[in-house]
């Protein structure tokens, strides 16, 4: 689903403009960003925690070449889904 599919099926569901559905968004996620770049972690209710983890610094070896080469640390975006979340997927695979 694109960004601009996210916001029909929002204005739909709320009867609001899909121009206000869109500042709306645009502004959930700026508010989104600026938490998560300041290390505190966001909860969604019903849905589940994104927060920033440290990835460590690690080698990595070409397969053909055998060359190695360091990553360096980083920061990377995780999603944890809370139990509900879990139950819904771990449901609907069964369903399949």
Excluded: C, W, Y
Excluded at 31 to 54: D, I
């Amino acid at each position: 689903m694109k960004t601009k599919d996210l916001i029909q099926h929002i204005a739909a569901s709320t009867s609001m403009t899909k121009t206000r559905t869109e500042e709306l968004l645009e502004a959930t996620v700026a508010v989104l960003q600026k938490e998560l770049l300041s290390g505190a972690s966001v909860q969604l209710h019903n849905l589940g925690t994104l927060e920033m983890k440290k990835r460590k610094a690690r080698v990595v070896v070409h397969p053909k070449t055998q060359e190695r080469t360091e990553i360096p640390e980083k920061m990377q975006l995780a999603f944890k889904p809370n139990q509900a979340t879990k139950d819904m997927f771990n449901s609907k695979e069964k369903e399949d």
